[in-house]
């Protein structure tokens, strides 16, 4: 395969990946598309590559996008989970003091 078709064929497995949310693959798009574009560094690149370098570009800015995107709302999700976790802990102590204190009034 030479680098015009590897570089078309890591576009589309880029924005597949992303599409599908599959961030393995896209973890390891990545490191192929670092590892073509330190093979590429010092020579000649034809018009035909460039633009498809250039696409390839986009298609990246675009998935990563999507990733700090999902990312955000995990964190948030998270952040929400934890907050109701710690309100039911709160709310279960507090209880918990309640029935205790209500106990040995009782007594």
Do not use: P
């Amino acid at each position: 395969m030479d680098d015009l078709q590897l570089i078309d064929w890591q576009t589309r497995a880029l924005a597949a990946a992303g599409k599908r949310q599959d961030w393995e693959k896209i973890q390891q798009l990545d490191s192929d598309i670092a590892a073509l574009l330190c093979s590429l560094h010092g020579r000649e690149i034809s018009q035909h590559k460039r633009e498809a370098l250039n696409k390839l570009q986009q298609v990246h800015q675009q998935v990563h996008q999507l990733v700090r995107q999902k990312r955000d709302e995990l964190s948030k999700e998270m952040t929400q989970q934890r907050n109701q976790r710690e309100g039911a802990l709160s709310y279960a102590q507090f209880m918990d003091r309640e029935l205790d204190e209500g106990l040995v009034v009782n007594e």
